[in-house]
């Protein structure tokens, strides 16, 4: 996640607001609906969607309390919002923010919770290992 890119990096909701992770859409008793706008085209639908539905049962369980909605552009006040509620911006930093989540292990197992974050430091390794087009760009020109 890239701030400033048109995607939220904070656990943020609004009514009818774009710039939030959590969209509420308000409208007739058939209409009203939520958009989930943190699940990236690159993210395994299935997990997406099993992760929504596990946090919003999570709340309902423990009987959370929402924070105030945000009113206005969500991503001016991102910064200003407690470290619970920003999101990693990398790879590495999610992963290690999904293996030491006891809500994660709850939702998912510990052994699929285990297994995925394995996954996914192999996947921070590879990334790490190679030179990106942008490197390559930027490096050679100072040469």
Do not use: M
Not at 19 to 34: E, V
Not at 89 to 107: G, I, P, Q, W, Y
């Amino acid at each position: 996640l890239v701030k400033g890119f048109w995607a939220p990096t904070a656990a943020t909701w609004g009514i009818d607001n774009r710039t939030c992770a959590l969209r509420a859409i308000p409208g007739s008793d058939k209409s009203q609906r939520l958009e989930f706008r943190l699940g990236a085209a690159d993210g395994n639908p299935y997990l997406v969607a099993a992760a929504n539905i596990a946090a919003g049962l999570l709340g309902i369980e423990r009987k959370l309390t929402p924070t105030a909605p945000v009113i206005g552009n969500a991503y001016e006040v991102e910064d200003t919002l407690p470290p619970e509620l920003q999101l990693a911006t990398n790879l590495r930093d999610a992963t290690r923010d999904f293996k030491s989540s006891t809500e994660a292990a709850e939702a998912f197992g510990p052994d699929f919770t285990e297994h995925y974050a394995t996954s996914r430091d192999w996947e921070v390794r590879e990334y790490e290992r190679h030179v990106n087009d942008w490197q390559l760009k930027r490096y050679f020109e100072l040469i």
